[in-house]
């Protein structure tokens, strides 16, 4: 741990953040930033709290502002500043933005109560993790710079994903992040995107002994880890039970079936290639099986309908028993909390809006 004579000596000012006519001075670790206290006292009440306050005789100055130290992460800090004075930094969705910007604005706007960017994180942060089986199927995140800067103009809020949601180390910290400000509703597809990341053994370390997320230290609370390993294994389960299952049971034939015995054989080699499936993701049970078109040579086309169907009404049932899975409300009432804390507009299809 750095001294306080150590840090001293390793000061280092945020250009960005440092104005000359600024008039308090924050400290964040070693991190530095002079900015404008009426700008922070209009936009958080507890910052306007905290600052009104008289100064004691003996205030710490720098270049004549009073010096605030602040507990939080100098990364975040810094996020969060951006956001509150340069206004094209952070823009509303469905605007592209990355992840350390989402979680620093949210966190520290959830803690020094800036609701607009509280508001705005949110709901960045919902764009990856919907609560409809349809949205989870259609919406897409748009990557600048691999072709795609911006979303179609005629693509519905409901198919837009704002920011990069892959990684182990990003879908830890989004559980951690979603308890800590009681966005519930993010939590089943998170477990569940992290439930697909894992693929052997080793990639469980980080989920029991954190990891570091845009430079950041995040870990699973005990109640999120023990809900989310006993989730994992029945969605593993899932994966090489109930959809190997459909496949194998006969009442799944169609009645018009052109030639049992031949779709019998069809259904055996799609398990085999079903198994292969699994062995590369053991437990991502939503993308199993995507490609129908694959069944043309293997069964008759009756009987791959009726796969597709009885196979299709299996994910629609993993989706409605996903919340349960991992120990939390419905989704119903996880929409509810949802429609509360940012209103219920912005993932509606477009038919629906």
């Known amino acids: 741990m750095l001294s306080d004579t150590d840090i001293h000596a390793s000061i280092h000012r945020i250009h960005d953040l440092w104005f000359e006519d600024g008039n308090i001075v924050l400290q964040a670790a070693n991190c530095q930033f002079r900015v404008h206290r009426g700008i922070l006292a209009a936009c958080s009440p507890v910052f306007k709290d905290m600052l009104s306050f008289p100064q004691p005789a003996d205030v710490e100055l720098v270049e004549g502002c009073p010096l605030v130290r602040l507990t939080d992460h100098p990364k975040e800090v810094t996020v969060f500043l951006k956001a509150i004075f340069k206004p094209d930094y952070f823009m509303p969705f469905p605007a592209h933005t990355d992840y350390a910007i989402i979680s620093g604005c949210l966190r520290l ?5 800036v609701e607009h960017l509280r508001l705005r994180a949110l709901v960045h942060l919902s764009s990856a993790f919907r609560t ?8 897409e995140y748009f990557n600048p710079g691999v072709g795609k800067e911006t979303p179609p103009s005629a693509c519905a809020l409901s198919q837009i994903i704002s920011w990069n949601s892959q990684g182990t ?36 370390m980080p989920v029991f002994n ?6 950041v230290n995040v870990n699973l ?3 999120d880890l023990e809900a989310f390993l006993d989730g994992h294994s029945q969605q593993t389960l899932v994966s090489a039970v109930r959809f190997l299952g459909s496949l194998s049971e006969p009442g799944d034939s169609s009645p018009a079936c052109d030639g049992p015995a031949g779709c019998s054989i069809g259904r055996l080699s799609a398990i085999h290639s079903l198994r292969d499936l699994i062995a590369l993701q053991p437990s991502a049970p939503l993308e199993l099986w995507s490609n129908w078109e694959g069944f ?19 994910r629609e049932s993993f989706w409605d028993g996903l919340p349960e899975m991992y120990g939390l409300p419905s989704w119903r009432q996880l929409e509810q909390m949802r429609d509360a804390a940012i209103g219920s507009h912005w993932f509606v299809p477009a038919a629906e809006s």
């Not at 409809?132 to 919406?139: C, G, I, R, V």
């Open 132 to 139: 409809t089986l349809s949205e989870w199927d259609t919406a």
């Open 221 to 223: 609370a005990a109640q």
């Open 296 to 314: 043309d040579e293997e069964v008759c086309y009756p009987c791959r309908d009726s796969l597709e169907d009885a196979h299709e009404q299996m």
């Open 169 to 204: 180390d990003t879908q830890i910290s989004c559980i951690q992040l979603a308890r800590e400000v009681n966005a519930l509703w993010i939590l089943p597809a998170a477990f569940y995107s992290l439930s697909t990341s894992l693929i052997h053994p080793m990639s469980l």
């Open 109 to 113: 706007g959830h803690k020094y109560d």
């Open 210 to 215: 954190g990891t570091v997320c845009r430079g």
